[in-house]
Structures are given as C-alpha cells and as structure tokens.
Nanobody, 124 residues
Framework: QVQLVESGGGLVQAGGSLRLSCEIS????????MGWFRQAPGKELEVVAG????????AYADSVKGRFTISRDNAKNTLYLRMNSLKPEDTAVYYC?????????????????WGQGTQVTVSS
C-alpha cells in the first residue's frame, strides 16, 4: 500500500524559506512522477510543481517559478520542495502526489496517490 506523508510546514516571515518533505512508503519512489499542490483558504487546489518519474524534467507554476525548487532523493524515498522568498500569498496547505511512471501534471485527478498535507503560513 502506497502512503505519502508531508512534513516541514510551519510559520515563517515574508522573505523567509522553508523546505517541505514528502516521504513515500509501500513502494520505491523511483517508479513515480511526483507533484506538489497547495490550497489556500477560500481557494481551489492549484498545482505548484512537478517532476517526472525519471527525474529529468520539472515544471513550476508561474507564481513560484524562480523561488521554489522541486527535487527528489530516491534512495531516501523522499520528495522535497524548497521554498525561498516566501510571500503571504504562499500561505496554504501543501500536498504531495504521486503517479506511477508519470510525467508532470497540473490536475488532481491525474495523480494516483495523495498525502494529507502540511500547513505553510507566511506572515507579512
């Protein structure tokens, strides 16, 4: 059974940095494309970043490009999202998602597995 667990969220001041982690259990991470999504209060789920199963391609939402970096450590079965220059509008619950042998995707229903989310709050 595949399980994803996010961690690393918290409260940070604008301009600060956080690194989110997503640990995968039940199957080796090397078979999965991975993605990060977020949902802000009163807003719908939006894609943040994705990385294909090979790890050769990444994609980012325009709102985070140049500030966020998605990466993976297959040996540790862990996905990361490094967030720099954080803004109050980055405040949201962040979710990781996985799809076997996938690419980078922008829609929730394109992924097979989801974590429970971790809260990121950026103060002004």
């Amino acid at each position: 059974q595949v399980q994803l667990v996010e961690s690393g969220g918290g409260l940070v001041q604008a301009g600060g940095s956080l690194r989110l982690s997503c640990e995968i259990s039940g199957r080796t991470m090397s078979s999965f494309a991975m993605g990060w999504f977020r949902q802000a209060p009163g807003k719908e789920l939006e894609v943040v970043a994705g990385i294909d199963w090979i790890g050769s391609k990444t994609a980012y939402a325009d709102s985070v490009k140049g500030r966020f970096t998605i990466s993976r450590d297959n040996a540790k079965n862990t996905l990361y999202l490094r967030m720099n220059s954080l803004k109050p509008e980055d405040t949201a619950v962040y979710y990781c998602a996985a799809k076997l042998y996938g690419d980078t995707y922008s829609q929730r229903d394109q992924y097979d597995y989801w974590g429970q989310g971790t809260q990121v709050t950026v103060s002004s």
